[in-house]
């Protein structure tokens, strides 16, 4: 695998880390994705990718300390995982999954965990792939959300979404409120400047829910802590092209 590099601490200011290089407008999220990255290498994070200019990575750290609602016995957790352009089919998914699983052996953890839909979300698979490589469904939210889970051990280990996010209701939630993180260099630029002018053209309230820790993260309610719009108390999506002028009455929330 000498064509793989580790991204960590001592290098991410001079490496690229896959999404948005190119992306001008979203040059500040961006460089926000590289701090949260920054402080999550403390906590035994890890971003691999390929050593090109392409979006072939995977991130993955210990599930007590990932960024989403669920809770898990002693596992490592994907965060991302992504394979694009002319890489797909080419087995470079398979070495990034065998780069997670030696870790999690070596680590003595007992499996590995993931978020994906049950269709394609924004961002987000809808698990085929993973089942072909040995996950199984252990919960799903009824928003479509789906925790899959592969042993390692041969034995079974706990993984559940946590029950603030089963059912993509948000109490006293009006108008539309979005929680988001910078997790992904995309979120910033397009919830502070695209929704927030989305909103005020059409006149509906927006709630901006910044997810800045760790709690704050295990504590939303969706597993969706890169992105999730909710319009009047309900989950509506995780694609953040509806926060663009163009794309939001696609959404058709009234």
């Known amino acids: 695998?000498?064509?793989?590099?580790?991204?960590?601490?001592?290098?991410?200011?001079?490496?690229?880390?896959?999404?948005?290089?190119?992306?001008?407008k979203c040059?500040?999220?961006?460089?926000?994705?590289?701090?949260?990255?920054?402080?999550?290498?403390?906590?035994?994070?890890?971003f691999y990718r390929i050593n090109e200019r392409a979006k072939v990575f995977v991130e993955y750290g210990p599930s007590e300390k990932a960024w989403i609602p669920v809770e898990s016995d002693n596992t490592l957790n994907i965060n991302c995982f992504w394979v694009s352009g002319k890489y797909k089919?080419?087995?470079?998914?398979?070495?990034?999954?065998?780069?997670?699983?030696?870790?999690?052996?070596?680590?003595?953890?007992?499996?590995i965990i993931t978020v994906t839909g049950k269709k394609k979300f924004h961002f987000m698979g809808d698990g085929t792939w993973f089942r072909k490589q040995g996950f199984s469904v252990v919960d799903e939210t009824s928003t479509g959300f789906v925790l899959l889970a592969k042993s390692l051990d041969k034995g079974s280990?706990?993984?559940r979404f946590m029950p603030i996010a089963k059912d993509g209701i948000?109490?006293?939630?009006?108008?539309?409120?979005?929680?988001?993180?910078?997790?992904?260099?995309?979120?910033?630029?397009?919830?502070?400047?695209?929704?927030?002018?989305?909103?005020k053209k059409r006149g509906i309230p927006l709630d901006i829910r910044k997810i800045s820790t760790l709690e704050?993260?295990?504590?939303?309610?969706?597993?969706?802590?890169?992105?999730?719009?909710?319009?009047?108390?309900?989950?509506i999506t995780t694609d953040l092209s509806s926060c663009l002028d163009s794309r939001f009455d696609k959404l058709r929330l009234l």
């Not at 040059?27 to 890890?46: P, Q």
């Not at 080419?90 to 499996?111: F, H, I, P, Q």
């Not at 009006?174 to 919830?191: A, D, I, K, M, Q």
Request: net charge negative.
């Open 27 to 46: 040059a500040n999220s961006y460089n926000m994705k590289k701090e949260w990255l920054k402080k999550e290498f403390k906590n035994d994070y890890v």
């Open 89 to 111: 089919g080419s087995g470079y998914g398979k070495m990034l999954l065998n780069k997670v699983e030696t870790d999690a052996l070596n680590s003595g953890r007992n499996g």
């Open 170 to 199: 948000l109490e006293g939630g009006e108008g539309l409120t979005v929680f988001y993180s910078n997790r992904c260099p995309y979120s910033e630029f397009h919830v502070t400047e695209s929704l927030v002018y989305t909103a």
């Open 216 to 235: 704050e993260a295990r504590n939303c309610p969706s597993p969706g802590t890169i992105f999730s719009l909710f319009y009047n108390g309900k989950f």
């Open 1 to 24: 695998m000498g064509n793989f590099i580790q991204v960590t601490d001592n290098n991410i200011d001079n490496e690229h880390i896959c999404c948005a290089f190119s992306d001008k």
């Open 157 to 159: 280990f706990n993984a």
